[in-house]
């Protein structure tokens, strides 16, 4: 199982699985 873990600086972040095709986005609003 590979995940792999990718900070944005725009409070972004995105988790992706390779043993399923699992993709989690988080995103925070700053306006």
Known sequence: ???DL???F???YT???SEGS???SK???KN
């Open 6 to 8: 990718i900070e944005s």
């Open 27 to 29: 995103n925070q609003d």
């Open 10 to 12: 725009d409070e972004e």
């Open 22 to 24: 699992l993709v989690i």
């Open 15 to 17: 988790v992706r699985s």
């Open 1 to 3: 199982m590979v995940i």
